[in-house]
């Protein structure tokens, strides 16, 4: 089991630029595949990236060229970074780890666009 700690939100402007961070403790993070999620009021979560503990990447249509997921073994941390931010990504984020199926998420961390 992995525990999870999301910091990087908060308010930015169209077009603007953010970083996410989901730090983790409790386990070998190197051996779990790390993934973002989000999930408006009323809409159904939705994965916006993920990495596997190999390094590969997969990423929502609707964020591709705009956002990139990475990760630091070293520091048990992986990153979003947010580029050309619209006002439709405005919602909570959620990191997630899984290994072997199984899942553990943080808390979340409200990101908002808008002027």
């Known amino acids: 089991q992995v525990q999870l700690v999301e910091s990087g939100g908060g308010l930015v402007q169209p077009g603007g630029s953010l970083r996410l961070s989901c730090a983790a403790s409790?386990?070998?993070?190197?051996?779990?595949?790390m993934g973002w999620y989000r999930q408006g009021p009323g809409k159904q979560r939705e994965l916006v990236a993920r990495?596997?503990?190999?390094?590969?990447?997969d990423y929502a249509d609707s964020v591709k060229g705009r956002f990139t997921i990475s990760r630091d073994n070293a520091k048990k941390t992986a990153y979003l970074q947010m580029n050309s931010l619209k006002p439709e990504d405005t919602t909570i984020y959620c990191c997630?780890?899984?290994?072997?199926?199984?899942?553990?998420w943080g808390k979340g961390n409200q990101m908002t666009v808008s002027t």
């Open positions: 990495i596997t503990s190999g390094g590969r990447t």
């Open positions: 409790g386990s070998i993070f190197s051996t779990y595949a």
């Open positions: 997630e780890a899984e290994r072997c199926g199984v899942p553990d």
